[in-house]
């Protein structure tokens, strides 16, 4: 199975940080954030990973090179101006295959082993969402889910975690090089029951602003220390 990591986005909310950093290049725990999760993917067995990027996108390509420091092989998808979500991913897709693949936001952290969702089911699924428990800044979460079904309406609200495996063909409709939300997507496969997802209860944080990074930067690096004692 092949991983896209999405690293395309502006980060205007990250501003002055991505004025002169792409948002996955920024570090916490002393490591950038994209290369935590280049770790976990070649752990987890992962050797071909694919990443998109608009933004500051030849910064990184020059910090992850070809990918070979960490055992993988990483192919680059150059998008002119960002394309969002969808558009990224359909625009990758020469690169993708025709095989299910794995789709992480390159500005999430998690502990996640990529391995744990590597050989979910995808036959008659379009889509397969990791969910995360409701953070402080999304109280009121995405999808519905209970007893193991995914639906858009429900007392037990969760927030998905951009962390998702797809089958290309959820992106069939999308215009190659135009701009394209992931959102209707997923919608439409939730409405056709194509659509399954799995409630993770590890570590995960969206890194949307520079006060959110500083916290998971001085958490990670207390722990490293605490480690070494």
Do not use: C
Not at 71 to 100: F, K, M, Q, R, V
Not at 147 to 173: C, M, R, V
Not at 187 to 213: C, V, Y
């Amino acid at each position: 199975m092949k991983a896209m990591i999405l690293a395309a986005g502006r980060g205007e909310r990250m501003r002055p940080l991505t004025d002169h950093t792409p948002k996955p290049l920024l570090k916490v725990g002393g490591k950038a954030l994209i290369v935590w999760h280049l770790q976990r993917l070649a752990k987890a067995g992962f050797r071909e990973v694919v990443i998109n990027h608009a933004h500051l996108g030849a910064q990184i390509e020059a910090a992850l090179g070809n990918g070979s420091q960490w055992g993988l092989n990483i192919a680059y998808s150059a998008e002119t101006t960002a394309l969002e979500t969808a558009g990224g991913i359909a625009h990758a897709l020469p690169l993708l295959g025709d095989a299910p693949f794995l789709v992480i936001n390159g500005d999430v952290f998690t502990d996640l082993d990529f391995a744990q969702i590597k050989h979910t089911p995808m036959q008659d699924k379009l889509a397969h969402l990791l969910l995360v428990n409701n953070p402080p800044q999304h109280p009121q979460g995405d999808f519905a889910f209970a007893e193991g079904k995914l639906s858009e309406t429900g007392t037990h609200q969760l927030t998905f975690s951009g962390i998702a495996l797809y089958q290309p063909a959820l992106f069939n409709d999308v215009i190659k090089g135009e701009a394209a939300k992931l959102a209707p997507l997923l919608h439409m496969a939730i409405a056709q029951n194509k659509a399954s997802a799995t409630h993770f209860t590890g570590m995960w944080h969206d890194i949307g602003t520079p006060e959110r990074l500083t916290t998971l930067d001085q958490q990670l690096l207390a722990n490293l220390s605490g480690v070494g004692q």
